[in-house]
């Protein structure tokens, strides 16, 4: 990471754990291993556990995040959640694209762009989520998939909107698989990531945007993936759902 450049983000993605008296517990926890941080530090929750989270931390440096959002703003859209309504809680970030909505909920690069500028429209800072399947990376086709999210995903989003964006590099094999991408293979993608937007922006806005990697960070490997120059954080989904070792992440993070 280069805090200098950019700001480092550590974000907890629940998934589908924690009922809300489970969630205030767990954040009860989170709150002191993270008042400290030298960086931000996001805990995305469940959407029924959105209002509990935001009221329990309250007053701290934890922030509160969905795991996704509708496009439009209501209407016949059974079981989804707009973005209206996350704003009304006093939600701050969303992941967008994570692999397991695009793996088991049909989520495309098209959909992800949609919910990506209807997230920015109203004011939330979108995680939007990129990553390369393992049959695509033993086809060494890893730079031309996420080459493809990155433009898809952020079409027609601009330049300002684009540094309200984090951007979450995430292996799908490496997600919940406890199989991490080596520090360097994490650093060769986050920094194409960075080209690409180089590319598709300026320079100066690709420096500015937070690259997260995901896929198995926890207590263990947090320092030697953070310490590469374009790692700029992480979106940690099983070791998030511990305190202690959500926290060795944050203080790698903060020593970073
Ligand atoms: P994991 O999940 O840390 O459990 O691999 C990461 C993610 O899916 O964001």
Request: charged share 25%; glycine share 8%; aromatic share 6%.
């Amino acid at each position: 990471m280069n805090k200098a450049k950019r700001k480092a983000i550590i974000a907890g993605n629940w998934k589908m754990n924690k009922t809300p008296s489970e969630a205030k517990a767990l954040l009860e926890e989170i709150i002191p291993v993270a008042k400290d941080a030298g960086c931000e530090v996001i805990a995305c929750v469940p959407y029924v556990d959105l209002a509990t989270a935001v009221e329990t931390v309250k007053g701290t440096n934890v922030k509160v995040g969905a795991e996704n959002c509708h496009w439009a703003e209501s209407g016949a859209f059974t079981g989804e959640i707009s973005t209206g309504m996350l704003k009304e809680v006093g939600v701050e970030y969303v992941v967008l694209g994570h692999s397991e909505r695009r793996q088991y909920f049909g989520e495309t690069d098209e959909t992800v762009n949609k919910r990506t500028k209807a997230a920015l429209a109203a004011g939330l800072k979108p995680i939007v989520c990129v990553g390369e399947l393992l049959w695509e990376r033993e086809c060494d086709i890893t730079e031309e998939v996420i080459a493809r999210q990155i433009k898809l995903d952020l079409y027609d989003v601009n330049a300002e909107d684009a540094k309200k964006c984090v951007i979450a590099y995430e292996p799908v094999w490496a997600i919940g698989t406890g199989k991490t991408a080596t520090a360097d293979q994490a650093e060769e993608v986050c920094a194409f990531i960075r080209k690409e937007l180089a590319k598709k922006y300026d320079e100066e806005t690709a420096q500015a945007i937070t690259i997260q990697y995901g896929g198995s960070m926890n207590d263990a490997n947090a320092a030697e993936l953070l310490s590469k120059e374009n790692v700029d954080g992480g979106l940690i989904g099983g070791a998030s759902l511990v305190a202690a070792k959500f926290g060795a992440i944050i203080d790698a993070a903060t020593k970073g």
